[in-house]
């Protein structure tokens, strides 16, 4: 099983739109038993709110459905799960520092796999939802198609069952 965490500032737009976008993804392939996948916030300034309204909104435009409630990242989190997939520079940073440094070989930004590595632009700033939402399911699908390219093995349970 592989596990993966999806991280942005609040977690209630951009980590909870990736972590939803990708359960989606990795359903459509019928991969779900090889996966566990979670999101975090680098800070609890948002902790216990539902993903935000606009974020849910854009979501579901695109037959994206689900629920999360947000929480904040610890070590144990980072420690715990063998991809942290951040989406922008200044969430790098925050998961770096909480983690000494350590832990590079398992932290990335999510847009690094894409054709186009860039920054998620946080809707929470720029209000568009729509842009953040095709820079995340061309990160998702660009991750994906890394890891089934690089981990087979790990599918393996799946193509049995």
Not at 1 to 12: A, D, H, K, P, R
Request: aromatic fraction near 10%; glycine fraction near 6%.
């Amino acid at each position: 099983m592989i596990s993966v965490t999806f991280v942005c500032l609040g977690n209630i737009c951009r980590s909870p739109m990736a972590q939803l976008i990708f359960e989606k993804l990795v359903a459509e392939r019928g991969l779900k038993n090889s996966f566990a996948i979670s999101s975090f916030g680098t800070s609890d300034c948002e902790e216990g709110n539902r993903i935000y309204p606009a974020a849910k909104k854009i979501l579901l435009e695109n037959g994206v459905e689900g629920e999360h409630i947000a929480r904040q990242i610890s070590l144990k989190d980072v420690i715990n799960n063998d991809y942290i997939l951040v989406m922008d520079s200044e969430n790098l940073m925050d998961i770096l520092r909480l983690t000494g440094g350590e832990f590079g070989e398992k932290i990335f930004k999510l847009c690094s796999f894409t054709a186009n590595p860039r920054d998620v632009a946080d809707p929470w700033y720029t209000r568009n939802f729509q842009k953040a939402y095709s820079d995340i399911l061309d990160g998702c699908k660009s991750f994906l198609d890394y890891l089934l390219l690089h981990k087979q093995q790990a599918f393996e349970y799946d193509s049995r069952h």
